[in-house]
């Protein structure tokens, strides 16, 4: 596929842009920049990218990716509940910290655990039910995106790492799948998530500190 081909298919994909998929973008950058100054809103305004995603991962034979807005809407209400809680003195219980040995060794499993998982589902899908699913890809974008959002609900440092890979990923899976705008969207998601981890390190940093 040459540039101009490229070009082409983004321009006609940004033209056949529909208002579910647009509502969903706007409300996944909001709801990133309310992550990265640790605001409570990321999760409710995440539901309603979240609940939008599913349906047009389905609908686009992206079985992996429903799959994580499926668990995102879950861990959107744990990590809701969580960010809640607050102290005797009113203070919140959980603060932004960095991952320890042993937080960075159950990541990987759990990464290692979901990857495996998914390749091996995508690949039955495949042969017998969704032709279009793309095994690889698309478990790659699922396993680092389950990651992620485990880890931000607990508020790691590391979530971030987590969520440049699956943004990285997710650029491409979803141009070829025709969704233009959502490709976009990753990018946009992509360059927040860099400077979302340069905030939380910053407030780890402050955190440790005192």
Known sequence: MSFE???QKFITGLLNT???EFIAVVAGIASVWFSRIENIWVYPVGLINTLIY???????HLVGEATVNLYYSAMSIYGWVLWSKRNEEH???VVITRSNARDWRNQFVFFAAFFVAMFCIL???KRGFWPGVIPW???LATASAFTGM????????????????TNITSIPLYFVKGLVFTSVFYFILFVMAIFGLIEWQRRARKASAQ
Do not use: C, P
């Open 54 to 60: 599913i349906y047009l991962s389905f609908e686009n």
């Open 91 to 93: 203070q919140h219980v």
């Open 123 to 125: 690949t039955f899908l």
């Open 5 to 7: 081909d490229i070009y």
């Open 150 to 165: 485990w880890l931000m609900a607990r508020k790691k440092v590391e979530s971030w790492y987590w969520w440049l890979l």
């Open 137 to 139: 890809g698309d478990s």
């Open 18 to 20: 529909g208002w579910l």
